[in-house]
């Protein structure tokens, strides 16, 4: 089983949408958990920390659920510029990557 | 405020060839990772850096190899290469202690291309 998996999409949705995809981890002490955007053929970058409580960044919003060992990401009101992939990323003793979801936004 | 940097950009090199990227940090940062992308895939960790020492390692054979400088600077290291080390390699930094909720911040990566 994968350390972090998650739904390879795309999402494919129209300007304005609320797009959420969620990510699993398999494992149960990990400590940290974040949400990085990858644009085509970049370097990833930090988008958001992942709290136990649940935090908002402006439109984002980043859920964490530990007994069931996933956390979501939800985008409101989508804009064209958040067309990326976005990776899951969990730390145990080293961060974890997932593949990646992509996400397009429409005009 | 440099960001990190990597070098080369490109490289391609032939099967059994040996192959050395480099990778300065983020300005202040003292810690460094090597990760491996291959196309499709997120990133995987191929080992961490700190104090000149291997910190951490993950689950990559011996021909990967790396070495830290004094000056935090770092260098990644395969021999041997296989057609399978052909991926993005990308280098991040960090800061010491705090790597549990200390954000990465990548340099563009060196795209290889063993053939």
């Known amino acids: 089983r994968k350390e972090v998996e998650q739904d390879p999409g795309p999402f494919n949705v129209p300007e304005g949408a609320t797009v959420a995809f969620n990510c699993t981890y398999s494992n149960s002490a990990s400590q940290s958990f974040f949400w990085y955007r990858q644009d085509c053929r970049k370097e990833p970058k930090l988008l958001m920390s992942v709290y136990s409580s649940g935090n908002e960044d402006g439109r984002f919003t980043a859920q964490l659920n530990r007994a069931s060992q996933y956390i979501s990401l939800l985008i409101r009101d989508s804009k064209l510029s958040d067309s990326a992939t976005y990776l899951c990323v969990v730390y145990d003793y080293k961060l974890s990557f997932g593949a990646g979801t992509t996400v397009t936004v429409r005009a | 405020d440099a960001g990190v940097t990597q070098s080369p950009t490109h490289l391609i090199k032939t099967r059994g060839q040996q192959v050395t990227l480099r990778c300065s940090p983020k300005?202040?940062?003292?810690?460094v990772s090597w990760y491996q992308q291959a196309l499709g895939q997120g990133p995987q960790f191929i080992f961490q850096?700190?104090?000149?020492?291997?910190?951490q390692r993950g689950n990559f054979p011996d021909r990967f190899s790396g070495h830290q400088f004094p000056n935090y600077s770092s260098e990644l290291n395969v021999n041997a290469l296989l057609l399978g080390d052909s991926a993005l390699y990308l280098c991040?930094?960090?800061?010491?202690?705090?790597?549990?909720?200390?954000?990465?911040?990548f340099g563009n990566g060196t795209r290889l291309t063993v053939t």
């Open positions: 850096y700190y104090e000149e020492e291997e910190r």
């Open positions: 300005s202040g940062h003292d810690t």
């Open positions: 991040a930094s960090s800061l010491a202690g705090s790597s549990y909720n200390s954000p990465l911040h």
